[in-house]
């Protein structure tokens, strides 16, 4: 009989973590899902999920989860999927410097708190997958996402080199880098924007109009943008593959920008980004 493999996926409230999670049980996992809201964890049970809090600003509750779902599994898991995460705008001259140090609780520090709990059930076991939702902004930078920008850049170091550390163990450490996909992030970021930035009195006042009128109607329009299905195919790959990849470009826009900065000198490729708006 073969066991029912077990994975663990946050912010799954919507968008790509929700299709995830609920894909994934679809095929035959065992998925701990979590969210932040009362509402959304209802939700999530309901569609036969094993549903948690986390946030992951609050270390309490990133280790009741962890102790939560080692308690379920008998001390075992085989797969983290950490996606929960938020995106701060505004230029950088702007950024008060407990925006960027939310921006990162919320978007390194929590996620490399999980990822230690889980590293150690893996090692006994003898196997695992550490599948991380990064963002092409964390290799191709863009105007006004510094904080996010930053976070990204940050979260890909600190996993890329988990990964090497991993080599032999039989953890892999993969990277996915989705691009543009529908999802509340844009719609989300509304609030952070509110609460940190003081767009009135920036000198960048007008590109933060420009921008702010389209998170309203939930950021960038293109034919490029994807459905979260597109990452749930990178997503099972990085977990069934017997090589994962170390990175998972999805859209065009993330591979036409990862192609760039290879190719391009870095001069013309930041006046190129710069450009950006």
């Not at 996992?29 to 979590?34: L, M, N, P, Q």
């Not at 509402?39 to 962890?66: H, M, N, Q, T, W």
């Not at 963002?135 to 988990?162: C, D, F, Q």
């Not at 892999?172 to 880098?177: D, L, P, R």
């Amino acid at each position: 009989m073969t066991e029912i493999r077990s994975i663990l996926v946050t912010g799954c409230s919507s968008g790509i973590g929700a299709h995830c999670a609920t894909a994934l049980r679809r095929d035959g996992w065992r998925v701990f899902a979590t969210a932040r809201r009362g509402e959304d964890i209802a939700a999530l049970e309901e569609k036969g999920l094993e549903a948690f809090y986390l946030d992951y600003r609050e270390p309490e509750s990133i280790e009741s989860v962890f102790n939560a779902v080692a308690a379920c599994t008998g001390g075992r898991l085989d797969a983290l999927f950490n996606n929960g995460a938020y995106s701060q705008p505004g230029a950088v001259e702007d950024l008060p410097v407990e925006a960027l140090r939310e921006q990162f609780e919320a978007n390194v520090f929590g996620w490399h708190d999980l990822t230690r709990r889980v590293v150690p059930l893996m090692r006994r076991q003898g196997h695992g997958r550490i599948v991380q939702c990064s963002s092409i902004l964390g290799l191709v930078p863009m105007r006004w996402r510094g904080a996010y920008n930053a976070s990204k850049h940050a979260l890909e170091a600190l996993n890329l080199t988990m990964r090497m550390e991993l080599k032999g163990s039989g953890i892999h450490v993969s990277m996915i880098e989705p691009g543009p996909i529908e999802s509340k992030i844009a719609l989300n970021a509304l609030a952070y924007v509110e609460k940190f930035i003081d767009t009135k009195e920036s000198v960048h006042r007008e590109a933060y109009e420009r921008q702010l009128a389209r998170l309203k109607q939930g950021g960038v329009r293109s034919r490029t943008k994807l459905g979260p299905d597109a990452v749930y195919s990178v997503l099972k790959h990085a977990l069934e593959a017997s090589v994962p990849r170390p990175h998972y470009l999805v859209t065009r826009p993330a591979k036409i920008g990862a192609t760039m900065k290879r190719l391009l000198p870095a001069r013309l490729f930041y006046d190129l980004l710069s450009r950006q708006d």
